[in-house]
């Protein structure tokens, strides 16, 4: 009886074991996905030579300081990368700009969900230049921006940029809506910089005004002398200053370097050489200063002398200026 029952229960399972075989044999596996240049498509932007990518405002200490771009162009050297395909693939790439732009205490994004066509780079190479300017910015949106951009672009503000790419067959690759990851976008900004004015740049009227009896026999000076020097702020620099002569033609003298405080008003008279040339600031009227001088050998052979500078440039000196 037990095997009658085994056999009906194996008559019971063929057909759910039949089926089950069926199934297998007829189950359809996905097709195996093939790669595409779109897979791996990006720009990578990388700052010309030297410079940062970035747009440089300055702002001048002070009341009624000028406040202005700097550096107005930025360059790139772009690449760009779709991975082991040969970029013969690409016919095209279009690079579109955004704004987000400042307004009180909130931001604005402009540019919509495609943003403005800034380049066309046709049948590209796989690397190029890319440059952009202020006055770019202003044109693409100067129409969009806030009213208190009165047109025109902010330092605050930050740029955008997204890249469509499209190929020999008319396949198009759009970085906003079909990037993973982060380097689906690229933004830069402007850096501000606060400066000193230059105060000291120019060319000076000098006058002696006094001196010993030893400073006119050995510096070859004379009472009442007037000539001038000139000063010219180092490169990278707004308070230092290369000076053409410190004493103002004074025969053992020469040139040095002059580094101003512009929020204290302090000089430092900077003399390396074997002159060891210095300034004691003592009166400040107008355009003029009044400086008396010493040098290395003005305490052993009673060298020492007064001197006025007086500015060519119809303007005043600030009255907090010294010496320490």
């Avoid at 796989?126 to 044109?139: A, G, H, L, N, R």
């Avoid at 910089?193 to 740049?201: F, G, K, L, N, S």
């Avoid at 009442?224 to 010219?232: D, E, H, K, L, R």
């Avoid at 103002?248 to 929020?263: A, Q």
């Amino acid at each position: 009886m037990k095997n009658k029952i085994l056999f009906y229960i194996g008559l019971l399972l063929i057909p759910f074991l039949n089926s089950c075989e069926e199934e297998g044999i007829n189950t359809k596996q996905p097709p195996l996905y093939e790669a595409t240049w779109a897979d791996e498509a990006t720009l990578i932007f990388t700052p010309s030579g030297d410079g940062t990518g970035q747009f440089e405002y300055y702002i001048e200490f002070g009341t009624g300081g000028q406040r202005y771009f700097n550096i107005t162009d930025v360059d790139y050297d772009v690449t760009v990368d779709i991975g082991e395909f040969p970029i013969e693939n690409i016919s095209k790439v279009d690079i579109y700009a955004f704004v987000e732009e400042e307004n009180g205490t909130t931001y604005n994004y402009l540019g919509g969900d495609e943003g403005k066509l800034f380049t066309t780079i046709n049948n590209p190479s796989q690397s190029f230049q890319f440059t952009m300017s202020v006055d770019d910015i202003e044109t693409l949106f100067g129409n969009d921006f806030s009213a208190d951009h009165n047109g025109a672009l902010l330092p605050s503000d930050i740029i955008e940029f997204k890249w469509v790419l499209t190929d020999t067959e008319g396949n198009v690759f759009d970085s906003r809506s079909e990037c993973v990851g982060f380097n689906c976008t690229y933004g830069f900004g402007t850096k501000v910089v606060q400066i000193a004015p230059p105060i000291w740049e120019g060319t000076f009227n000098y006058e002696w005004i006094d001196a010993t009896a030893d400073a006119i026999y050995y510096g070859g000076i004379s009472i009442g002398q007037t000539g001038t020097i000139t000063m010219t702020l180092q490169p990278g620099s707004f308070t230092v200053y290369d000076v053409s002569h410190l004493t103002c033609d004074y025969y053992y003298g020469g040139p040095g370097v002059l580094d101003y405080n512009y929020e204290t008003g302090e000089v430092n008279i900077i003399d390396s050489s074997w002159r060891a040339q210095a300034w004691n600031i003592i009166d400040v009227s107008g355009p003029t200063i009044t400086v008396e001088f010493s040098y290395y050998y003005s305490a052993p052979y009673n060298e020492y002398g007064t001197f006025t500078l007086t500015r060519t440039d119809g303007q005043d000196w600030p009255t907090n200026i010294h010496t320490n």
